[in-house]
T-cell receptor
Framework: DAGITQSPRYKITETGRQVTLMCHQT?????MFWYRQDLGHGLRLIYY???????DKGEVPDGYVVSRSKTENFPLTLESATRSQTSVYFC???????????FGQGTRLTVV | DAKTTQPPSMDCAEGRAANLPCNHS???????VYWYRQIHSQGPQYIIH???NNETNEMASLIITEDRKSSTLILPHATLRDTAVYYC?????????????FGGGTRLMVKP
């Protein structure tokens, strides 16, 4: 199916475990983003990528790692999950040039 | 990117026009005004964007003042499904990373 998909949709993990959230887009968009949204708050940028093998930090990158070996995939890894990383994570993509961004449906992560 | 100010919440009667204001008094000449909305638990959805002129699409109209220091998003005939948080974002069309910076937004409640 065309679009941007995130997996899993829901995840519960324990403190200290490593967990990877997946994001896949079928449009070959150059730019991809990871945001987190805490309950009752707006979205904050974690990391972004302008192209394969090019990534950069956003507003709240600590505790997260990203990679972009292929244009269509942009996984987000929490190397050692903490309770403060309990949040809803949204992935987005855009072809760039000031066009609209498309968001995935989100992954709800709970760290216990 | 310029900072925006929006009222935290608004109500609108179903079938009436919803007018959502946004203040962006520090906007630069090359910054666009974007509007996104987020329906409960879903990823943000693009609505419309503009630079100087008023814009209209199938979802909404965007009215930008002549000095560009404020704008209004108009949903001409609001329905219950328009209940959402609406985000006004200003950014340079070709900014590095092309990322969106979200503020608190306006929570629009459409009532029967």
């Amino acid at each position: 199916d065309a679009g941007i998909t995130q997996s899993p949709r829901y995840k519960i993990t324990e403190t200290g475990r490593q967990v990877t959230l997946m994001c896949h887009q079928t449009w070959s968009h150059s730019y991809m983003f990871w945001y987190r949204q805490d309950l009752g708050h707006g979205l904050r940028l974690i990391y972004y990528s302008a192209a394969a093998d090019i990534t950069d930090k956003g507003e709240v990158p600590d505790g997260y790692v990203v990679s972009r070996s292929k244009t269509e995939n942009f996984p987000l890894t929490l190397e050692s999950a903490t309770r403060s990383q309990t949040s809803v994570y949204f992935c987005a993509s855009t072809p760039g040039q000031g066009t609209e961004a498309f968001f995935g449906q989100g992954t709800r992560l709970t760290v216990v | 990117d310029a900072k925006t100010t929006q009222p935290p919440s608004m109500d609108c009667a179903e079938g009436r026009a919803a007018n959502l204001p946004c203040n962006h008094s520090t906007i630069s000449g090359n910054e666009y005004v974007y509007w996104y909305r987020q329906i409960h638990s879903q990823g943000p959805q693009y609505i419309i964007h503009g630079l100087k002129n008023n814009e209209t699409n199938e979802m909404a109209s965007l009215i930008i003042t002549e000095d560009r220091k404020s704008s209004t998003l108009i949903l001409p005939h609001a329905t219950l499904r328009d209940t959402a948080v609406y985000y006004c974002i200003v950014r340079v069309a070709h900014s590095a990373g092309n990322m969106l910076t979200f503020g608190g937004g306006t929570r629009l409640m459409v009532k029967p």
